[in-house]
């Protein structure tokens, strides 16, 4: 079963912003969370799923090219939750949206769909 949850996405105008947030299910403590690398991927209709930004556990991040400048990718161990900020939306960013551990990822969630209009 899926270990995290997404939220945060939603419709919004070109350029526009949007902070999504990634929660871990209870059944992942603190303790444990805090070792993970984590990572929001993003999947596009028709095109494979692609790793958008990385951090950590003790905080370096990463991110795709076309993400630089305008994602920031956050985490708060207290609460479990990693957070994609997102500036300056592009159609091109238009995806569903989903966070996951880097190594040996968990069941795969929902999502949070993204979209961003022309």
């Known amino acids: 079963q899926a270990q995290f949850v997404e939220s945060g996405g939603a419709l919004v105008q070109f350029g526009g912003s949007l902070r999504l947030s990634c929660t871990a299910s209870t059944a992942i403590f603190r303790s444990i969370f805090m070792t993970y690398g984590m990572g929001w991927y993003r999947q596009p209709p028709g095109k494979q799923r692609e790793l958008v930004a990385s951090?950590?556990?003790?905080?370096?991040?990463n991110y795709v090219d076309s993400a630089k400048g305008r994602f920031t990718i956050s985490r708060e161990d207290a609460k479990r939750t990693v957070w994609l900020q997102m500036n300056d939306l592009k159609p091109d960013d238009t995806a569903v949206y989903y966070c996951?551990?880097?190594?040996?990822?968990?069941?795969w969630g929902q999502g949070t769909q993204v979209t961003v209009s022309s």
């Open positions: 996951n551990r880097l190594r040996a990822p968990y069941t």
């Open positions: 951090i950590t556990g003790d905080g370096s991040t």
